[in-house]
């Protein structure tokens, strides 16, 4: 792990943004090609490449007409797309370059996203056939990296029941079904805490791209950045170059669930996981769709935790029907709020 992967990491342990990002990582080619496939956007495949040139050209038309921005032609049309990551990281192209191809891939991972929900609502698919597309998918990555021989006790899944659903709706300020995003859930308990690390690099490498990862939504009281640092001493030579200072954790307002008990540990987080729709569009050739996109997303909630921070969260209070009970009777006292009739008088 370098530079790159120590920022990525960051990323998801506090659940914030590449768009407050200042540059990139990428050294190579090769390094894009792979994140690129990641992100379900094949370039060798026509249909892939035409349309990362039209979600490029919106995000030019979009900074020069909204913001009056020159926009270099070496970022507007690159030889190719992996080019924009390479200036984006300062490895290719002029020194101004970086900046503009920095502010250009930001407003495209944006498009990228809404394009992504209008497709999804587009399509005759449900949640269910979506749960079952993701599933097959992480699974297939546990199994490789069970293959591996990385260092996991347990790797499962679950679905949350229409009974579940209710109730957190009702326990949430939030009361609208766009907000659950612990639909589909995946539990990775490894064998020690120091595992969780690989682990975790493991999945930013193989199944979700770490820049899809949504934010606001971490909940992390297992993993500090700092500790991370000092159980890898090599890392410590680039916090230099970091996008923010090592302080910048300890500033920030940290929220817990409010169901879960005092010393509840745990590191969860969210992705909008990729995933192409080939099988409910029509073939390439035949697709007469003006925006041709192939890739929606599904949010994902990954809970990963050690197996011995794992039996003491089943400990006392933070007990799983402890959690339940809190939150069934937050549920009640908000249902019957206002409408308790007073005893009688007299």
């Known amino acids: 792990m370098g530079l790159r992967e120590l920022e990525r990491i960051r990323l998801i342990l506090r659940g914030s943004s590449v768009i407050d990002w200042r ?103 449900s949640e269910a056939d979506l749960s079952e597309l993701v599933m097959a998918k992480v699974l297939s990555v546990a199994q490789l990296l069970r293959d591996k021989g990385l260092p996991v006790v347990e790797f499962a899944h679950s679905i949350k029941s229409r009974e579940s659903l209710i109730t957190k709706l009702l326990a949430k300020r939030e009361t609208v079904a766009a907000q659950i995003y612990d639909r589909t859930r995946f539990r990775i308990i490894t064998q020690t805490q120091a595992d969780i690390l690989p682990v975790l690099y493991f999945l930013t490498q193989h199944l979700f791209p770490f820049n899809f990862v949504v934010p606001g939504q971490t909940e992390n009281t297992l993993v500090s950045f700092k500790a991370v640092l000092a159980d890898n001493p090599h890392l410590q030579q680039y916090t230099q170059y970091l996008h923010l200072d090592l302080d910048y954790e300890d500033r920030e307002e940290r929220t817990r669930n409010l169901f879960s008990g005092g010393t509840y540990r745990a590191l969860n987080f969210v992705v909008d996981v990729p995933l192409r729709m080939d099988a409910y569009l029509p073939p390439p050739e035949q697709d007469s769709r003006e925006r041709k996109n192939r890739t929606v997303f599904t949010l994902v909630e990954f809970q990963i935790i050690d197996e011995e921070t794992s039996r003491q969260n089943e400990e006392g209070e933070n007990a799983h029907k402890l959690y339940k009970r809190r939150q069934k009777r937050r549920v009640l006292r908000r249902l019957s709020r206002g409408l308790v009739v007073p005893k009688r008088q007299g």
Not at 105 to 116: D, F, S, T, Y
């Open 23 to 125: 540059r990139m990582h990428f050294q190579s080619r090769n390094e894009v090609d792979r994140f690129l496939r990641l992100c379900q956007i094949d370039t060798t495949r026509p249909e892939d490449a035409s349309w990362a040139r039209m979600v490029l050209a919106d995000a030019v038309e979009y900074l020069r007409q909204t913001y009056n921005y020159r926009v270099a032609d070496a970022v507007a049309d690159p030889t190719e797309i992996h080019d924009l990551f390479l200036y984006a990281s300062g490895v290719k192209g002029l020194p101004r370059h970086r900046r503009i191809a920095c502010i250009v891939l930001k407003v495209m991972h944006v498009i990228q996203h809404i394009e992504g929900r209008d497709l999804l609502h587009r399509l005759a698919v």
